[in-house]
């Protein structure tokens, strides 16, 4: 018998949920390429790797209810649709984006006569779960609760804010990650080689950087690159040999974005995060903010630009304006909460604040003659009177013996020795007279005198 999804999206028979559409040619090609097992299934090997606990609760069809979080074309609704094949349970799909709380109550009573008739359970797949609001997520709760469904759903979104805790504390939250670039090339490999369901019948020809391209710009998302491939393969004509060749050109047109001359892991990569960071250093916001936007227009992974702001932040600005690391942190904090192309606008705005802080590389020299004298120097032993002595033995011993507590004196400081006796008298740090470094060499100026390690 044929069953018809509630929401009228979906045509499917009860024996094969999720039926194969790979020989209908008005299904989009992701569509038709989605996998069927997990022999097919690419990426999230923490997951659904062999031997992983979630495959093998799938396999042994065990399912918990769970929320799939991941960013888009991640494989969230694709993994549905391969446990909707494993598992001898059925299998209901929804849309947030449609559905409402009369297909939930439907879906829900002909689950009881299911499981009540033919004690076979029913998975209920939401697709996009985050655009339930609370009254819909409410009529959920109860059913996942009394096993009368299990619930899979599927996220862009941080399910700790979008999915209401009573339901959340019911479910597993799974993360999946962006596919990697070599993921994404054996997905779109792997379209190009189907004659069944993908486009081998158009005997296609992609070129190096045409490949390159696609694979780059899709940002780990494989829903893009097969669309953007599917588009241009369609717009291009048979040659003489009867292959369709797929340029670049073609594929920039079908991806709406100029290929830009770069490469992730060669001289473009190095020479561009150079001039970046040059630019920081040589106080220029406008060529900082020209280089960061050739680096992430060209697809360069904004965490790796978000370390190196952070690294900057230390080396070449460090205590002359502190709140520089706080800035560069929470740039990176701000592109992993809310991805991209959203989260540029915080690489951008960090970058202009660094451009434009008062510069010191002083930490920077501070930590390098620390490394020199820890590496040429034996371990030296730690002065006594900065040992916490702990036991009796300890206080025996002398540990403590003469320390000076800072607090009990004027200005809550006291002159002693915390270095060891070999070392006496070596200043590592010196402050320049940049920004907040200058307060800096004052203080230190004040308590040390002589010895407070100014320059000269």
């Known amino acids: 018998m044929t069953l018809f999804d509630l929401n009228g999206l979906e045509t499917r028979t009860e024996e094969t949920p999720g039926a194969d559409t790979g020989a209908c040619p008005d299904v989009p090609l992701a569509a038709r390429m989605r996998p069927r097992s997990f022999d097919e299934f690419v990426g999230q090997e923490h997951l659904v790797g062999r031997g992983r606990v979630l495959r093998r609760c799938i396999e042994r069809d065990r399912l918990p209810s769970m929320i799939f979080w991941g960013p888009p074309g991640s494989g969230k609704t694709t993994l549905a649709y391969v446990i909707a094949a494993v598992t001898s349970s059925h299998f209901s799909p929804l849309s947030a984006v449609s559905a409402g709380v009369s297909d939930l109550r439907r879906i829900v009573e002909e689950a009881r006569q299911r499981l009540k008739l033919r004690r076979q359970k029913t998975i209920l797949f939401i697709d996009e779960i985050h655009r339930f609001n609370k009254t819909q997520q409410d009529a959920v709760l109860p059913f996942v609760e009394n096993g009368v469904l299990t619930l899979i759903g599927a996220t862009t979104e941080n399910p700790s804010f979008e999915v209401i805790s009573a339901l959340l504390s019911r479910c597993r939250v799974f993360t999946l990650n962006s596919l990697s670039d070599d993921q994404v090339r054996i997905i779109v490999e792997r379209a190009l080689g189907d004659e069944e369901r993908g486009l081998g019948k158009f005997r296609v020809k992609l070129d190096d950087d045409a490949l390159s391209h696609l694979v780059v710009m899709s940002n780990g998302d494989a829903r893009v690159a097969l669309n953007a491939l599917e588009m241009a393969t369609e717009a291009a004509s048979p040659g003489s040999d009867g292959y369709r060749r797929v340029s670049l050109v073609a594929i920039e047109e079908a991806l709406q974005h100029r290929a830009l001359l770069y490469d992730k892991s060669g001289d473009q990569h190095y020479d561009l995060i150079s001039a970046l960071h040059k630019s920081l250093r040589g106080s220029d916001p406008d060529a900082a903010l020209y280089w960061l936007g050739r680096m992430l227009e060209a697809g360069e992974d904004p965490l790796y630009i978000a370390r190196r702001l952070v690294r900057f932040a230390s080396e070449d600005v460090g205590m002359a304006d502190p709140q520089a690391l706080v800035v560069a942190v929470a740039a990176q904090q701000a592109v992993h909460f809310v991805g991209m192309p959203e989260g540029n606008l915080a690489l951008a705005q960090a970058a202009t604040y660094l451009a434009t802080a008062p510069k010191s ?96």
């Open 361 to 456: 590389n002083s930490l920077y020299e501070a930590y390098s003659r620390v490394q020199q004298d820890v590496d040429k120097s034996c371990n030296e032993p730690v002065p006594l009177h900065l040992r916490n002595p702990v036991t009796r033995l300890m206080r025996d011993m002398g540990y403590g013996e003469g320390y000076k507590y800072a607090h009990d004196y004027p200005g809550h400081f006291v002159e002693q020795q915390n270095l060891p006796p070999r070392l006496q008298g070596r200043r590592y740090y010196t402050p320049s007279d940049q920004g907040f470094e200058k307060e800096v060499q004052s203080r230190l100026k004040a308590w040390w005198g002589k010895n407070s390690g100014d320059k000269d």
